[in-house]
């Protein structure tokens, strides 16, 4: 039995868009598990075309094709194949600033380049070189990452200090993630 989710009508989006359902759904793994304390970082935040979520361990960007969804905070009510519905819930005033996230985003360090044929290998490749690297990062983190990319050709950046977080591009340059170490 499938729990019902409560909205308002007037202020969901209903998007159907195949690539704009899986940015949504992408960012959405890495929001922050909802609290009565009502925190932006439960939310999706919308700015200029990118969509973000993070739970302040890590933060998943995409690019989003179609314009439905004006700036601010959405809260994940449907997700189906076929269609995901989101409900506005307002301004992102308190999200985590653009600046910040940019930062996050811009790391530096040695970049490989992963082409694999077979989408679902991606996730131990990217535990043998981010564990290779020194960093422990909490391995669900990675298998999220992959989980809504169209292919298997991304671009690691892995930076000289394992204190520093990883940085994860498609290749296609519309989902990117960046994961912080436990």
Known sequence: ???????????????????????????ALATATPTFD??????ICVRSKRVIGTDNCRIHCATLEDGLLEDGLYRL?????????????????????????????????????VKEKILKFLPAILVYLVGGNGQAIKPEYLI????????????????????????????SGNMEAFIMPI
């Open 38 to 43: 009502d925190r932006p970082t439960e939310y």
């Open 1 to 27: 039995m499938s729990k019902k989710v409560f909205y308002v009508e007037e202020r969901a989006v209903r998007i159907t868009n195949k690539n704009d359902i899986a940015a949504i759904n992408f960012v």
């Open 144 to 171: 999220d990452v992959c989980r809504f990319l169209p292919s298997a050709n991304i671009i690691v950046t892995l930076p000289p200090d394992p204190s520093n977080g990883v940085h994860i591009l498609h290749t």
């Open 77 to 113: 009510v449907k997700s189906t194949k076929k269609e995901v519905i989101v409900e506005r819930i307002k301004d992102e005033g308190s999200y985590p600033s653009q600046t910040v996230i940019d930062k996050c985003l811009q790391i530096t360090g040695r970049k490989v380049e």
